[in-house]
């Protein structure tokens, strides 16, 4: 079935939806991801900067034995300068593990091991960032702030004895810094992706259309072309009913006027089987010209075209019946389909099938015509069937595709040796 434009252009815009929803996620997600490890980036240089330019300058020696001068210095640095909504807490340690200062006095004095992390920065001189584990001994004063970031800064005594300054960062602040950086962000991404997708609408509506346009621009020529083959088919027809087949009854009929007056004569018996002959030439031209141009179904009926297409085969001795309801098929399309369906199941009965009997039953049942035709001829297998479709013999796969985009079905069941059943449901209500 033809999509609708409208129908299209709906299909595009969701998929543009989906695309844009996905690309965005996807982006908004890396970029996220990003401005956290900016932001994290970020905190490392602002506690590099308040562990060398703000503590590192009053760390006096006096901080390695618990002088109260020197500890007093470094607190005043530390509660002015370092200490903020964003910084929480503030510890130095010593390589070994003690704790020389924090604005936790109750730490002050106390020794822990330390993590990798720090053992690292102290190692390589770098400074480095590390959530905190809360559970350590060492953070049992910093629980209640949920979650924090420790930034881990190598510093030195004014004598030069190494020691580790720690900065205990909130994470939220890290986290609202990193959305602060995707937050300026993505509404730029977000925004271009919709204004592409939008500018993008009316072209696919365009391009929809046109190519539409080109859909039933074709339709037109293709129908014009097979009007006008049937056009010709009909002349060709016309002319042989009206000409050859004038004649051969003409012909006919004077052959049997001669064989009546000859009668008894030898003549008369030849001149009798020309007589025969001409007829049966007259049955095998009307047959071709049901062929060339099918019968008008709705002025004719439906039952008297069947009648003709198996006319054939009762003239060479076939036993033919014909149930067809002529009412089973309301509308000129499903008479079409109908017809076309028999007249290739009774042209592959005189072709193929060598059949004695032949039967073909249209009814109306539920809504659908039920077309059944069966022969008591060879049969085929499925092989076989096969085997001409390769070949090229294409008729019954053409008509099962029709049936199929009626919303019909057709169904050819053969076993060799025991004849063939076609059956085909067309729906009609």
Request: hydrophobic fraction near 45%.
């Amino acid at each position: 079935m033809r999509k609708s434009v409208a129908t299209s252009v709906t299909q595009f815009v969701l998929a543009g939806l989906a695309a844009v929803v996905l690309i965005s996620a996807g982006t908004i997600y890396v970029v996220r991801r990003n401005a956290t490890n900016e932001a994290i980036s970020n905190a490392r240089d602002i506690a590099g900067i308040d562990g060398h330019a703000v503590v590192e300058p009053v760390l006096a020696d006096g901080v390695l034995t618990g002088d109260p001068t020197a500890l007093e210095r470094i607190s005043t640095v530390v509660h002015e300068r370092v200490l903020s909504e964003r910084v929480v807490r503030v510890k130095v340690w010593t390589s070994d593990g003690r704790v020389v200062y924090s604005d936790e006095p109750r730490l002050i004095g106390q020794t822990f091991g330390l993590g990798a992390g720090e053992r690292a920065a102290l190692r390589t001189g770098k400074v480095a960032a590390d959530l905190s584990d809360l559970d350590e001994p060492e953070n049992r004063y910093e629980r209640p702030y949920d979650k924090l970031l420790e930034v881990y800064v190598p510093v030195h005594t004014l004598s030069g004895r190494p020691l580790l300054f720690e900065a205990y960062l909130r994470y939220s602040s890290i986290a609202e810094s990193g959305r602060h950086i995707w937050g300026s962000f993505a509404p730029v991404l977000v925004g271009g992706l919709l204004l592409l997708f939008l500018v993008q609408v009316p072209l696919a509506w365009s391009m929809a259309r046109g190519l539409r346009q080109g859909q039933e621009d074709r339709e037109r020529l293709l129908q014009r072309a097979i009007d006008a083959s049937a056009a010709e088919r009909h002349r060709i027809a016309r002319d042989l009913h009206d000409g050859v087949v004038q004649s051969l009854a003409g012909v006919s009929y004077s052959l049997a006027a001669v064989a009546d007056r000859l009668d008894g004569d030898e003549a008369a018996s030849v001149i009798r089987q020309a007589a025969a002959d001409t007829r049966r030439s007259m049955r095998e031209l009307r047959s071709l010209m049901i062929q060339i141009a099918p019968p008008n179904l709705h002025s004719e009926g439906l039952d008297n075209a069947v009648g003709e297409l198996v006319a054939p085969l009762a003239a060479e001795g076939v036993e033919t019946t014909v149930d067809v309801d002529d009412s089973a098929a309301p509308s000129a399309d499903s008479q079409t389909l109908l017809y076309r369906i028999a007249q290739e199941a009774v042209r592959n009965v005189a072709a193929h099938a060598d059949a004695t009997r032949v039967s073909v039953s249209l009814a109306r049942d539920n809504g659908v015509a039920r077309l059944v035709i069966v022969d008591n001829g060879r049969g085929f297998s499925p092989d076989r069937l096969e085997h001409r479709r390769e070949e090229g013999h294409l008729g019954l796969t053409l008509l099962t595709g029709l049936v199929t985009d009626a919303g019909g079905r057709l169904v050819v069941a053969s076993t060799p040796g025991a004849g063939t059943r076609l059956e085909a449901e067309v729906p009609v209500a």
